[in-house]
């Protein structure tokens, strides 16, 4: 697709449920990135994938999440046993270029609210 | 730990003048720096970067001003047009940490007419 396509785009879930959301990046960015923003913060990382290196999970709050890139494209990202402060916009980004210089291309993002 | 700090949640500036939001960072490490621009509903778009070897970088209407020695930068619009009006971060990205980076909380641009 022409950007980074992301899925559901809302999505309201239950204390205590698994959510999985969806990155789709741009075609042939070898590298892909999510962050979230919380009500009034600032962009988070969360992890990172490049090429078929490890990724970086640095930026995980919890073991409740993970995520996986598979076959170097489609990324998903798990949260298991959501709780309130995981409600947050998920924001997935690709890049191809050096993104320092050329940034990110990110999604229009996940809306998870978790009741 | 804020270590990417906006200070200022809101600008309003009248069309046609020259907007500037301010930026200061704490890691000396950072070596490159970036702007991103975000509407509502949408993700944030990449508008302009600046390495730290560097202390002006221009594109257009966009200029950035880095200040190593102050940890401070500036990105200016001129002249400021009212489709400018969005969420404006600033971001850095640390030497040897990978493509990661760390943002600011945002600053809300407004250009009235």
């Known amino acids: 697709g022409a950007g980074v396509s992301q899925s559901p785009s809302n999505k309201v879930t239950e204390k205590g449920k698994d959510v999985e959301l969806r990155c789709d990046p741009i075609?042939?960015?070898?590298?892909l990135y999510w962050y979230r923003q919380s009500l009034g913060q600032g962009l988070e990382f969360l992890i990172y994938?490049?090429?078929?290196?490890?990724?970086?999970k640095s930026g995980l709050p919890s073991d409740r999440f993970s995520a996986e890139r598979t076959g170097g494209s489609v990324s998903t990202l798990t949260i298991q046993r959501t709780q309130q402060e995981d409600s947050a916009v998920y924001l997935c980004?690709?890049?191809?270029?050096?993104?320092?210089?050329?940034?990110?291309?990110f999604g229009s993002g996940t809306r998870l609210t978790v009741v | 730990d804020q270590q990417v700090k906006q200070n200022s949640p809101s600008l309003s500036v009248q069309e046609g003048r020259i907007s500037i939001l301010n930026c200061d960072y704490t890691?000396?490490?950072?070596?490159?720096f970036l702007w991103y621009k975000k509407y509502p509903a949408e993700g944030p778009t990449f508008l302009i970067s600046?390495?730290?070897?560097?202390d002006k970088n221009e594109d257009g209407r966009f200029t950035v001003f880095l200040n190593k020695s102050a940890k401070h930068l500036s990105l200016h619009i001129v002249p400021s047009q009212p489709g400018d009006s969005a969420v404006y971060f600033c971001?850095?990205?640390?030497?040897?940490?990978?493509?990661?980076?760390?943002f600011g909380t945002g600053t809300q641009l407004k250009v009235e007419l």
């Open positions: 994938f490049q090429g078929n290196s490890a990724p970086d």
């Open positions: 600046i390495s730290s070897i560097k």
């Open positions: 890691n000396s490490m950072f070596d490159y």
């Open positions: 971001a850095a990205s640390e030497k040897g940490g990978g493509n990661k980076l760390t």
């Open positions: 980004a690709s890049s191809f270029r050096d993104p320092r210089s050329y940034g990110y291309t």
């Open positions: 075609s042939g960015h070898t590298a």
